[in-house]
């Protein structure tokens, strides 16, 4: 796998510390480490490629333009309680829709060389307009209410 203008491969390192919860003790799960894919792999590590799509700009945008942009680290659960890093994204709806299904989602503060690329990305494709979608009313039978057609 390759560093391309819109996929980078990283090595992805997890860590984890026990943390008091009331009575209880658990795992909580973070990153590590965050490398360029370049040369040998860390021990542990995972190898997991971050790709930009053209229909997320928006998205980019939007979490570039905060003041602690975050990079969004989705794992598989296999059911051990040791997550394992399957993608990386820059995309917050990406990461809402994993937390959704119960899928682990680490973040961790974006690295200024990513933040760089992503912002090349954005200008080399443009700025996607952010659309902001308005959902229908409907009643109690489930009819959508048209104000339109109430006059």
């Known amino acids: 796998m390759q560093h391309s203008e819109s996929i980078w491969p990283?090595?992805?390192s997890l860590k984890s510390t026990e943390v008091k919860v009331g009575r209880w003790s658990q795992l909580r799960w973070e990153i590590d480490s965050l490398l360029p894919a370049k040369g040998e792999k860390p021990e542990g590590a995972h190898l997991v490629a971050m790709e930009l799509f053209l229909d997320e700009r928006a998205n980019y945008r939007l979490n570039l333009d905060?003041?602690?942009p975050k990079l969004f680290?989705?794992?598989d659960d296999k059911g051990d309680g040791v997550p394992i890093p399957m993608l990386i994204t820059a995309n917050q709806n990406v990461a809402a829709?994993?937390?959704?299904?119960?899928?682990?989602?680490l973040t961790c503060p974006i690295p200024e060389a990513i933040a760089c690329w992503l912002e090349?990305?954005?200008?080399r494709h443009g700025e996607q307009p952010i659309q902001a979608h308005r959902r229908k009313h409907i009643d109690v039978r489930g009819e959508v209410k048209d104000k339109r057609n109430k006059a």
């Open 120 to 123: 090349s990305f954005l200008t």
């Open 66 to 68: 905060l003041p602690n």
């Open 10 to 12: 990283l090595y992805v």
């Open 73 to 75: 680290v989705v794992c």
């Open 97 to 105: 829709g994993a937390l959704e299904g119960d899928t682990p989602v």
